[in-house]
């Protein structure tokens, strides 16, 4: 069976109607019955509308930002573990330029990744105020090599533009985008599956 289909109520007229006999019943003019009652029953059906669906609240992320280079790099707070001073570095023979060796991190070994060189930014090298950010993405833990952090920021992903074409190709491919402060946000899901494959096909050490 068919389900009735109704006529769309035109709210227009409906609103037009209930403000005439609103100027009645101020002007002292009586209305019929019948009219009384259609009039009620509309304004009963417009009070019965729901109310505007409010915006939907859009997913956000909250950033890490880390200087390099002299620009800004926002790390996912969800893949941050901590952040700690560089100590003891010790370099791990016939692995590639953008692992700069091993730290002893809470009695585990943890490779350092130095994303000037595999962005092929201008080496800033390590300095005694040198900080570590490690981080967990894609069932690795590993640390990356910053020159300080800066705090942390709240952007909706919507916000995130996408990586100038300007860019490498290679260096889109770790981005996810670029927030309106100039802050880049790192793919580190991205990003594993260069370190544990790389042109010379060496691998880092065990992570």
Known sequence: MMAEVRPRLDWQEAYARLERARRSLAAGDTVPPAQARQLLKQRAQALAQPLAEAPPITA????VVCALAGEHYGIDMRHVLEVTAMRELTAVPCTPPFVLGVVNHRGRLLAVLDLCQL?????QGVTESSLVVAV???GMTFGLLTEAV?????VG?????PPPVTL??????F?????????TVLDLERLVPRILVNDAGVSPPSL
């Open 60 to 63: 956000v992320l909250d950033l």
């Open 119 to 123: 962005f092929a930014l201008a080496p």
């Open 136 to 138: 967990q993405a894609g």
């Open 150 to 154: 800066l705090g942390i920021i709240q």
């Open 157 to 161: 992903v919507h916000e995130v533009a």
């Open 168 to 173: 490498s190709h290679d260096r889109q491919a």
């Open 175 to 183: 981005l996810q985008g670029v927030t309106a402060e100039m802050v």
